[in-house]
């Protein structure tokens, strides 16, 4: 069901700018830019794979909902926006 959403949310977002909130990070994983906020500050931004690669508050926010562990479908979204 969540990929039939994302499929959705993907070709209506298709070249247009978005602003999304969300706390399943897998949902926004592919987009251009993320923004990582914590007391309504910006803690950090960047791109998905920039995020993890500095291993701040969104990497272990990624491990945790991952279980520490990335799945197939996971390392795809990682491997696609690298």
């Known amino acids: 069901m969540e990929a039939a959403i994302q499929e959705s949310l993907d070709e209506i977002m ?3 700018t978005v602003i999304a ?3 399943r990070l ?3 994983a592919a987009m251009d830019r993320l923004i990582v906020m914590d ?3 910006i803690i950090e931004q960047g791109t998905h794979a920039a995020l993890l690669a500095k ?5 272990r926010l990624w491990r945790h909902q991952s279980g520490g562990i990335l799945s197939e479908e996971q390392d795809e979204v990682s491997d696609s926006v690298q």
Do not use: D, L, P, V
């Not at 291993?55 to 990497?59: E, I, K, L, Q």
């Open 14 to 16: 298709e070249g247009k």
């Open 21 to 23: 909130i969300a706390h």
């Open 39 to 41: 007391q309504g500050r």
């Open 26 to 28: 897998s949902i926004i």
């Open 55 to 59: 291993n701040g508050t969104y990497a």
